[in-house]
């Protein structure tokens, strides 16, 4: 996302306390470029749900005999495995 990560650098560059805080150099690169420092595209919190709307659950069935129900997971994108692991959340979880 969008979210300045190093204040500290942030705050390097602000020569007051009463002066507007300065976004740092990792957060320009970061909105100019629309990528993070691990290469994935930023997203904002709305297109960051659409990204992750679009991981599936599937059941699927099979004529085989005794075959059954299988439950299949789409593979996570690179930023929907990031965002999951943020989250400390399995996408595989189940209900």
Known sequence: MYEDDDWAAG??????????????????SKQTRGITADGLP????????????????NTVTTPLAGAGELTVYARP????????????????RTQ
């Open 11 to 28: 705050e390097a560059l602000r020569d007051s306390v009463v002066r507007a805080a300065q976004r740092s150099p990792a957060a320009v």
């Open 42 to 57: 930023v997203h904002s919190f709305g297109s960051l749900m659409a990204d992750l709307a679009t991981l599936t659950r």
């Open 77 to 92: 994108t690179p930023v929907q495995a990031r965002a999951f692991a943020l989250l400390g959340v399995s996408p595989e």
